[in-house]
């Protein structure tokens, strides 16, 4: 073999190192942009969920704290978003979440509360019936 063909040969080597170098990082960077775009994707997701589970459990709450009279219907929409966090929650939110539907059906069983009652809760530490669930939430949030 002449030395003609060793300094092709030795070109040829470099040039497919080189090109399959390039062609590992770059695969290497969009997976890691792909991967990152999933997470950010799959956390949009469950920040939807919850903000909508706070949202509905805040109204139910301060319903059952100004009514006495119970509608089971008015749970569905809470429910079916607990449904919805099962697929895709760890069990600490589902179980905070259980607590906060668990809270509301127990207070539209105590007497209803007047303005001046409602106000002294709102002061105290034990008003808010969200709070566990958000830690929770922010938990599983903050490991993705």
Known sequence: MGPIYVHAL???GGSLVAGSASFVAA???QNRRESARKKLS???????IYRRFIEEASGLYVDALVKSSFDAAILVSIYALIGRMRIQSSDAVLNQASAVVKTIVDTYS??????????HL???ESFDPLRDFSQACRQELDAI
């Open 10 to 12: 030795v070109a040829f």
């Open 27 to 29: 695969w290497f960077t």
């Open 42 to 48: 799959e956390k949009a997701k469950r920040q939807k």
């Open 110 to 119: 105590e007497p209803n509360r007047s303005l001046v009652e409602v106000q």
């Open 122 to 124: 709102v002061d105290s």
